[in-house]
């Protein structure tokens, strides 16, 4: 009897297990599915206020409305990122996400921060754009030993990772982001967002061969043009 009863209880004790596991991978199934819902959405709006806010003139309230938008819309990429990445354990896409959300975070800093004068939050996220570029580098070049043509872009945004960062420590360092120098600040972090947005879009709707291609294109194509921007404004005769 007692045997019976024992028998009885461990396949209750596993049906119950089985179907309370069930229920959780189910749960996180549709989890995963509403975050990548609100991700692709979210980036979308920032991909979409990006152009009408390059499209406006300075000066404009709609620049500054679209530039809002833009802004929270990654601060959605980003939020959704995180957990996916997590649930994916998928590095790489956790530190695009870093990267991504921080070119935006910074770019939208160095509009309001007239004063040029760092806060414990831009250290902080300088900081952690710093060691992302290096953990993409030690990703990357793991990538290569693998034979995963991926290394190409990791490397890339690694090092761009490592040049944005530095720039933007010394330009905390001197307090030197002021005027011109503020507005350049914000232009080549807030395009460079730009190019992590249109990056998404490619990547997510097309398919090459090798992969790494529509990651690094925008990077090469809008890179330059955030260069001549940087040198037309920053020749310009009028004050800002």
Same mark, same amino acid.
């Given at each position: ?27 996180? *199934?549709? &989890?995963?599915? @509403?975050? !990548?819902?609100?991700?692709? #959405?979210?980036?979308? $709006?920032? =991909? +979409? ?27 959605? *990429?980003? &939020?959704?990122? @995180?957990? !996916?990445?997590?649930?994916? #354990?998928?590095?790489? $896409?956790? =530190? +695009? ?39 993409? #580098? ?103």
């Amino acid at each position: 009897m007692k045997r019976l009863l024992f028998i009885v209880f461990y396949f209750i004790k596993k049906w119950i297990l089985k179907n309370l596991l069930a229920n959780a991978l189910y749960n996180i *199934v549709y &989890l995963i599915r @509403i975050l !990548l819902l609100f991700h692709i #959405l979210c980036g979308s $709006l920032s =991909l +979409i206020s990006s152009a009408l806010s390059i499209s406006s003139k300075k000066g404009q309230r709609t620049l500054r409305f679209f530039g809002k938008i833009y802004f929270w819309g990654m601060v959605g *990429v980003f &939020l959704t990122a @995180i957990p !996916l990445a997590i649930f994916k #354990l998928n590095v790489f $896409l956790l =530190l +695009i996400a870093i990267f991504s959300f921080y070119l935006a975070f910074a770019g939208m800093r160095f509009a309001v921060n007239r004063k040029g004068i760092p806060k414990l939050i831009d250290w902080i996220a300088v900081i952690l754009m710093f060691f992302s570029g290096i953990a993409m #580098l030690i990703l990357g070049f793991k990538y290569y030993f693998n034979d995963d043509t991926q290394f190409v872009t990791l490397l890339i945004f690694g090092s761009i990772a490592l040049f944005l960062s530095y720039n933007d420590y010394i330009s905390f360092i001197k307090r030197n982001a002021v005027g011109k120098h503020r507005i350049k600040r914000h232009l080549t972090n807030m395009l460079a967002g730009t190019i992590a947005v249109i990056t998404a879009f490619l990547v997510t709707s097309f398919r090459t061969e090798p992969v790494w291609i529509l990651w690094v294109l925008p990077t090469i194509v809008i890179t330059p043009i955030i260069i001549w921007w940087n040198f037309r404004m920053l020749n310009k005769s009028k004050p800002y």
